[in-house]
């Protein structure tokens, strides 16, 4: 069980790691325009950014995005005269280390990215070498309707403290898939799941891990049955992660022999658990995007009485970013854009199904009335669960528990 202590614990960590943000651009603030109001701070940046091009490195491989952005794009053009460019890239990472060889040449400005979607690794490696612009995030005038609170994971990036170096800009989170004619309790928690799938033998499985969904999977058991161990949020060590994941272990040794094929043969990602969840070969399939379900649904992919559940704790979430080079060209445009990302209207609109369908970023409670009313009338789809239904967003373990729970899964049932 998630324990109430451990969810202050989470917030404790997001509040101290909000501080020191604040704290810092407080200081440099103070330091660089002590006599100017956030008020009058932020026109100027508007001022400054009227003319500027903004080239957006953003993943460009769904259309939905692509259309997204390029909506964005007018939009941003229209109010503040910023020609927004997305670069579209297949691997982060390229971008991290195009920016990386920049600085070790020197080239700290004028650089070839002013914005880039990121998020896990690839924040933290340009966070530890220095290539971000801020902390600027909670300057932003729309940052005030941040969900924090609920969504501790908008200000730890898969357990690194985000410091105010990168905005929000979307969610994703793990959800449970059922047929409500096949199944009228699903479990909705890790011990549950077990008592399911002893009742239900053979009609179980999850995909194999490293895929992405796979190893969230594991990392859900490992926070409800390691009782939310902190070290869970730090680098994994040998001695912790053995003392740590020894519950899951015992855990998956029962699971398995109960599982489809006996756990002796896995799908190789959460795609391949759908037809077999519509043959009703199993009962239960999982996916990180809450707007699955409804979308295959809608393709034809499964039935209508399909829904999506969570664990009553929690799942595991994660948030995407959007964040400014140090070197950037249009740092003034970029901060107007991305303020512009994570407005109200912005947001509702990437939430439409029909447009992206991506979770908003955003507090129901923190909004105007006429805002919240406009998400809560958003066609989810017959199977996409509300923000409210969502429920509490667990946060990633560190990024290094991933490799280390992959390479332990291997080891242990693969060979």
Avoid: C
Avoid at 157 to 165: A, I, M, T, Y
Wanted: net charge negative; no cysteine.
């Amino acid at each position: 069980m998630i324990t109430t202590s451990f969810l202050r614990v989470l917030q404790a960590v997001a509040f101290l790691a909000s501080l020191w943000s604040l704290s810092s651009y407080g200081a440099s603030l103070s330091e660089s325009s002590s006599v100017l109001s956030a008020g009058e701070k932020w026109r100027k940046i508007l001022k400054e950014a009227r003319g500027q091009s903004v080239y957006f490195n953003a993943w460009g491989g769904d259309q939905q995005v692509n259309d997204y952005i390029r909506w964005t794009a007018k939009q941003v053009r229209q109010r503040y005269d910023i020609e927004l460019k997305q670069v579209k890239v297949s691997n982060t990472a390229d971008v991290v280390s195009r920016i990386l060889a920049e600085k070790q040449a020197g080239r700290d400005s004028d650089g070839t990215v002013d914005m880039i979607w990121i998020n896990g690794e690839n924040f933290r490696s340009m966070k530890n070498h220095g290539l971000l612009f801020g902390p600027f995030s909670e300057q932003l005038p729309n940052y005030r309707w941040i969900d924090t609170r609920e969504k501790p994971t908008t200000i730890l990036d898969f357990g690194e403290p985000v410091e105010g170096l990168e905005a929000p800009w979307g969610m994703a989170q793990l959800v449970f898939i059922y047929d409500q004619e096949s199944v009228q309790a699903p479990p909705k928690s890790a011990a549950d799941l077990l008592k399911f799938a002893r009742k239900h033998p053979g009609r179980v499985t999850y995909p194999m891990p490293p895929d992405f969904v796979g190893t969230t999977f594991l990392k859900q058991l490992l926070l409800e049955l390691a009782q939310q161990n902190p070290a869970l949020f730090q680098p994994v060590g040998p001695d912790s992660f053995d003392k740590i994941t020894a519950p899951l272990w015992r855990y998956l040794d029962e699971l398995h022999p109960l599982l489809w094929r006996e756990g002796e043969t896995f799908v190789q990602n959460n795609l391949a658990l759908t037809p077999l969840l519509d043959d009703g070969e199993i009962l239960l399939s999982m996916s990180f995007n809450p707007s699955y379900a409804s979308s295959a649904i809608a393709n034809g992919e499964l039935a209508e009485s399909v829904r999506t559940y969570v664990h009553s704790d929690g799942t595991v979430g994660n948030t995407h970013f959007l964040a400014i080079p140090y070197n950037a060209r249009a740092k003034a445009a970029a901060q107007v854009v991305i303020n512009f990302l994570v407005s109200p209207e912005a947001q509702l609109h990437k939430a439409d199904p029909d447009v992206w369908g991506d979770p908003t970023v955003l507090s129901m409670g923190k909004l105007a009335e006429l805002d919240k009313r406009h998400f809560s009338e958003l066609p989810l789809g017959i199977a996409t669960l509300s923000p409210e239904a969502l429920g509490i967003t667990l946060p990633e373990p560190h990024g290094s528990w991933s490799t280390a729970l992959e390479a332990e899964w291997q080891k242990r049932y693969r060979q």
